[in-house]
């Protein structure tokens, strides 16, 4: 099955970039909507993501693996909602903005723009690719 691509977000005051790097692996949970979930739910192991810090800096920050899937989200206590577990493979050279981002017309489709509220969003690999060239110039 070939890599797919994610941007998964997160508050940094709640879980930030620095947080991850720091225990070295991290389980993704607290999702709560359905979109974002059977997202976490398609990831397998070896897919990557964008750490992407919501409300506060609203950047894409860094590169992330995915390393455990097919978890279930252990702050749930009904057991229905999924999590993932994830690596950090590296900061990006530069944080790429969501300002960027939106004035970028190779970008005018991506999840992040069209689906505001969605915190685990699915990437082309166009959308991948340009993203990281944005960073690393």
């Known amino acids: 099955m070939p890599k797919r691509y994610w ?6 005051d ?9 225990e070295g692996e991290g389980t993704w949970d607290g999702v709560r909507n359905h979109r974002a979930a059977n997202n976490m739910r398609a990831m397998q192991v070896g897919d990557e993501a964008f750490f992407y810090h919501s409300n506060i800096g609203k950047e894409v ?4 693996s995915i390393s455990v899937t097919g978890i279930t989200d252990p702050s749930d206590p009904d057991g229905k909602w999924a999590a993932v ?23 005018e489709g991506i999840e992040l723009v069209r689906l505001s509220r969605l915190s685990v969003a699915e990437l082309t690999e166009p959308e991948w690719k340009h993203i990281l060239s944005l960073s690393d110039g």
């Open 61 to 64: 920050v860094g590169v992330i």
């Open 14 to 22: 709640a879980y930030s970039w620095d947080d991850l790097v720091a």
């Open 7 to 12: 941007l998964m977000k997160s508050e940094p």
């Open 85 to 107: 577990k994830v690596r950090p493979v590296r900061k990006l050279a530069r944080p790429v903005t969501l300002a960027e981002i939106k004035a970028d017309p190779a970008l």
